[in-house]
């Protein structure tokens, strides 16, 4: 079935970027999703990018896309303590609607 | 973006009692919402997918006896945790496709359910 690795942990300083890595296994993936969920809330949407596209950026998120090695990426500029959170990689294909979600990574920012 | 909206949020309750998780789209229609477990610094699970107007598609492991989900409404799908037991804490979150073609998914906020 559909797997999505993430690292667990990233600790940066505020001011730098940061970059959280994901891999995924579903050639078909059509979708591919950033979340963020703060602590004892829900998820929430913060980008996602189309398997035709090599690259997406909204203000200060960069989302870089390698399907030949199923490789995402999340880059944050400028990080800061708000920041902090578990950030979610997830896929989906159009058609199944459902989506395979990573088991997050826990972004630290320290002042 | 779309707004999707749990109640309640929080929700204690003795051993053996049911307990009802609403899950609403409050400015679009979805035909299909999801229900995920997720576990204290884990990652979601999975549990169902909730079909307007149909019986819901359960995912592997999780008992449909047990977990009952109903969607009568293109806005509104619940979930009922019945005879709830202690292993059954935990945070319960829906999510609903806002278009079908994009498969883009908008969150509840989750409802944290502890049963003593």
């Known amino acids: 079935g559909e797997d999505v690795e993430q690292s667990l942990f990233l600790s940066v300083r505020e001011g730098d970027s940061s970059v959280i890595n994901c891999t995924y296994t579903d050639s078909s993936s059509t979708y591919l999703y950033w979340y963020k969920q703060e602590p004892g809330a829900g998820l929430q949407l913060l980008t996602y990018i189309f398997s035709n596209m090599d690259m997406k950026q909204d203000q200060r998120l960069t989302v870089l896309l390698n399907k030949k090695d199923k490789h995402l990426s999340l880059r944050i500029a400028d990080t800061q303590t708000g920041d902090s959170a578990i950030y979610f990689c997830?896929?989906?294909?159009?058609?199944?609607?459902?989506?395979?979600f990573g088991d997050g990574t826990t972004l630290t920012v320290k002042p | 973006g779309a707004v999707v909206s749990q109640h309640p949020s929080w929700v204690i309750c003795k051993s053996g009692t049911s307990v009802k998780i609403e899950c609403r789209s409050l400015?679009?229609?979805?035909?299909?919402m999801f229900w995920y477990r997720q576990f204290p610094k884990q990652s979601l699970m999975l549990m169902a997918t909730s079909n307007e107007g149909s019986k819901a598609t359960y995912e592997q492991g999780v008992e449909k006896d047990k977990f009952l989900i109903n969607h009568a409404s293109l806005t509104l799908s619940t979930l009922t945790v019945t005879s709830a037991h202690p292993e059954d804490s935990s945070f319960y979150i829906c999510?609903?496709?806002?278009?079908?073609?994009?498969?883009?998914?908008?969150f509840g906020e989750g409802s944290r359910l502890t049963v003593l």
């Open positions: 997830a896929e989906s294909t159009t058609n199944a609607g459902k989506s395979t």
């Open positions: 400015d679009f229609q979805a035909t299909t």
């Open positions: 999510s609903a496709r806002l278009n079908s073609n994009t498969g883009e998914l908008f």
